[in-house]
């Protein structure tokens, strides 16, 4: 059968050789100052060599203070460069695109005293209460991500996705669970969308490099963002010509639990893909079928693949060879071709 899921498809100025992508996910493998390691050179270009389209690399902080954990890869200074270089080189050798997730922890940083967000508002009881930002820390904050979006490209990466889900500092601006300011970045969603949608401004006018945007699409709490809410931005963002809206969901307050099944997000990405906007699925896809059906029903435009990923590097052989598409091998692993 010829699929959809493994043909190549054009996003914004890039080509990718099939829908597959490795989502970013945090390793905790980084040096106290945040630079890559052998490790991550080797798990990313292994993942590349299994064939997928596009590897995202982790959450990777734009300031110190900015990391989740205090093993989390930097990208706040020249110094971070020369190591993200290594994994680019690797992963785009093995005929994949190379992205990276840039990305502030806000409110849920272990590492910052005290962390940062755009309310005084903790994420729980557990977490320590974040310091509300100023108008010139926003500022300080915006820019500190366009010097990241800079030194991604100085290191060979393709793309870039900003990291607005989760509860971390984007998302925190984004939802009205998080946000309780009163100015001009709090109340109404135009107002909650102004941190994340002049922090791309500021970007496209210093760095020529496709954005990527990862949301959570829904809260999961009451009085929370939902799909439909997301459409504004979803809107916002395809006309400052955003290639991809990675749908994820939750995390931006402690006490949400939502229903947890294969696919369960597919459905956000395919709402917000109604506005025109290029959308990508995410969330327990670990089957070819169900990856196929998303994909050939228009639900979606790629897969994002994550904990999978770290199950079976060679996910893609494995698919292809379920669903009959003949997906072609490195030559160095052609004496053993996957069989159904």
Request: aromatic share 8%.
């Amino acid at each position: 059968m010829k699929t959809k899921l493994f043909e190549s498809i054009e996003i914004g100025k890039l080509t990718f050789k099939n829908r597959v992508v490795m989502a970013p996910m945090c390793m905790y493998s980084a040096q106290e100052d945040g630079i890559a390691t052998d490790w991550h050179v080797t798990h990313y270009a292994s993942r590349a060599v299994g064939g997928v389209g596009g590897v995202i690399l982790e959450a990777t902080a734009v300031v110190p203070d900015g990391r989740i954990s205090a093993g989390d890869l930097g990208i706040w200074s020249d110094g971070h460069v020369a190591g993200l270089r290594r994994i680019t080189e690797q992963v785009k050798a093995a005929g994949a695109k190379a992205g990276i997730q840039l990305a502030h922890a806000g409110r849920k940083s272990t590492t910052a005293k005290p962390p940062v967000a755009p309310s005084a508002v903790p994420f729980s009881a557990e977490y320590e209460s974040p310091s509300a930002l100023s108008i010139s820390e926003i500022e300080e904050l915006q820019q500190a991500f366009v010097e990241g979006a800079k030194r991604a490209k100085a290191a060979g990466f393709d793309f870039i996705e900003l990291h607005g889900a989760h509860g971390y500092l984007i998302n925190t601006f984004l939802s009205p669970l998080s946000n309780e300011r009163t100015d001009q970045y709090g109340g109404a969603i135009e107002n909650r969308m102004r941190f994340l949608l002049e922090t791309i401004d500021l970007i496209k006018t210093e760095v020529d490099i496709p954005i990527w945007v990862r949301i959570s699409a829904a809260d999961h709490a009451p009085g929370g963002m939902t799909p439909d809410d997301y459409v504004p931005l979803a809107e916002a963002l395809l006309a400052k010509g955003i290639d991809m809206l990675d749908c994820s969901s939750g995390a931006v307050v402690a006490d949400a639990v939502p229903a947890v099944y294969p696919g369960y997000q597919v459905p956000y990405a395919e709402r917000l893909r109604q506005t025109g906007i290029r959308t990508g699925a995410v969330g327990l896809i670990t089957s070819a079928a169900l990856a196929e059906e998303v994909i050939r029903s228009g639900r979606a435009d790629i897969i994002l693949l994550g904990r999978e990923l770290l199950r079976q590097p060679y996910w893609v052989y494995h698919a292809s060879a379920e669903l009959g598409d003949a997906v072609p091998m490195p030559k160095q692993y052609e004496r053993a071709p996957v069989r159904r």
